[in-house]
């Protein structure tokens, strides 16, 4: 089922497993239990994302989404306080004008005029081409809620996709990173998991009969100049991300009927190559110990 108009809020509610729980889990069982107990907290880099994604993918919420406390608002905010005779010399969130023009703002996320002025040139970046022609007649925010057959019954599984174009198949997924080159992009999207999200939410297209052809990354710098990246994950790893997300599914399934929830365990220790490649060169090098010698 897709929900074109619900909010994140009313998405987050939906009691279904996500690619970023599934991630978790198949990290390890015992933290995604942890996971589940856990209220989702915010931070600054939160913030920008979601302003960000706004700017780009919903510009005309906008308004109703953010409050812009620009400079003649402080200015003006300080003197009605000193008017009222308050001794600040400069402006601060500690005033008593500020804290009403909050509260007439209440239920918007306050931001700067440097920050809308930074995610507006973002979106100048990247609205022209074939992501805006998906953009103008794509559906933003789109929540696809499904059940996965797994090995001891349906699952509920879901996947909020940034920008979906039904008329090309394509999901695309806006993306705010320091480093937007293929290159330092490739690297990003690898070890962040971007390919398993393609490939989970390839799946979940298959599970509702969703045309799906191809998962493009939109990648903008949050920095100027603002560049930007638009990257195609292949067929092949989709499919893969498709199938371990499956393979993911059915392991938590096997979980939940057990009630088993394995920590890290006990294994070999994982030397990263490098590491591999030095202690044989070495080893090479070194001189074979005389066996009589004591």
Request: glycine share 6%; hydrophobic share 35%.
């Amino acid at each position: 089922m897709t929900h074109k108009d619900i909010t994140f809020q009313e998405y987050v509610a939906i009691k279904a497993i996500n690619n970023s729980s599934l991630k978790i889990f198949e990290d390890c069982p015992a933290r995604y239990i942890h996971y589940l107990t856990q209220e989702d907290a915010d931070n600054p880099a939160f913030a920008k994302g979601r302003l960000w994604h706004t700017a780009i993918l919903e510009f005309k919420q906008i308004e109703r989404d953010y409050a812009t406390i620009c400079q003649s608002t402080q200015d003006r905010l300080l003197a009605e306080a000193q008017a009222a005779g308050s001794k600040a010399k400069s402006f601060s969130k500690a005033l008593s004008t500020y804290k009403e023009w909050a509260a007439l703002n209440e239920g918007k996320e306050i931001i700067t005029e440097e920050e809308l002025s930074a995610a507006l040139a973002g979106r100048r970046g990247v609205y022209h081409g074939a992501f805006k022609e998906a953009l103008d007649r794509g559906d933003a925010e789109l929540s696809v809620v499904s059940e996965y057959e797994g090995t001891h019954g349906p699952m509920a599984v879901k996947g909020r996709f940034d920008l979906y174009d039904r008329e090309t198949g394509t999901i695309w997924d806006l993306k705010t990173t320091r480093d937007a080159s293929p290159n330092g992009f490739g690297r990003l999207a690898w070890s962040y998991g971007y390919v398993r999200q393609a490939g989970f939410y390839r799946m979940l297209c298959e599970l509702e009969g969703l045309p799906f052809e191809h998962f493009r990354i939109v990648a903008v710098e949050t920095a100027a100049p603002y560049l930007s990246g638009i990257y195609t994950v292949s067929p092949q790893a989709t499919r893969w991300g498709s199938e371990c997300a499956r393979a993911a599914l059915d392991r938590l399934a096997e979980c939940q009927k057990t009630d088993t929830w394995p920590g890290y365990g006990s294994s070999s220790l994982l030397i990263p190559t490098y590491a591999e490649k030095e202690i044989s060169e070495d080893l090479e090098t070194m001189p074979v110990p005389d066996p009589f010698t004591v």
